[in-house]
């Protein structure tokens, strides 16, 4: 089974509002994506593929105030990337849970810019979605690796 956009809405819901005291918003018209920040975390196994959580602007410094309790102004890129990393980790366990086991999750990584200059060879696109989390863009994508050697369908 794929995670559908109806899992990854209740999953990141659930994770913005039990980890970081925040909502999500539906955001009818995106536009085009600005600079940000993206957590990465792969899962192996019974199940192949990519999550990523991505956050544009000054999002990611927000959320990062919020998870180390600490003012905005007082938060570093390492505090910043760590929260979008840490962020991207419990999303992708909670899709995980969800799979065919036995999956295993990676160590999250991090990518300061575009997300669209992420590209994941042999995935398609299981499911993605775009919010909106204090006026700031957020986007989740789940990719599911295609041995078949399908192209990259998102980047």
């Given at each position: ?9 209740q ?10 005291s925040?909502?999500?918003e ?15 975390i ?8 990519v ?15 919020a ?62 979605l ?7 863009r ?18």
């Open positions: 089974m794929d995670p559908t956009e109806e899992v990854l809405k999953i990141a819901s659930d994770v913005w509002e039990t980890v970081l925040r909502s999500l539906d955001l009818p018209d995106p536009g085009p994506e600005g600079q940000g920040i993206t957590g990465c792969n899962i192996s196994g019974a199940w192949e593929g999550v990523q959580v991505y956050c544009e602007g000054e999002l990611g410094r927000h959320l990062a105030s998870m180390f309790e600490m003012q905005p102004d007082e938060v570093s890129i390492a505090e910043i990337t760590d929260a979008v990393a840490e962020i991207a980790n419990i999303v992708g366990g909670n899709i995980k849970a969800l799979l065919p086991q036995p999956s295993f999750l990676s160590l999250p990584s991090t990518v300061v810019g575009r997300r669209c200059d992420i590209h994941y060879p042999r995935t398609r696109v299981a499911a993605e775009t919010l909106r989390c204090e006026g700031e957020v986007g989740l994508h789940v990719l599911k690796g295609s041995p078949d050697g399908e192209p990259a369908a998102a980047s």
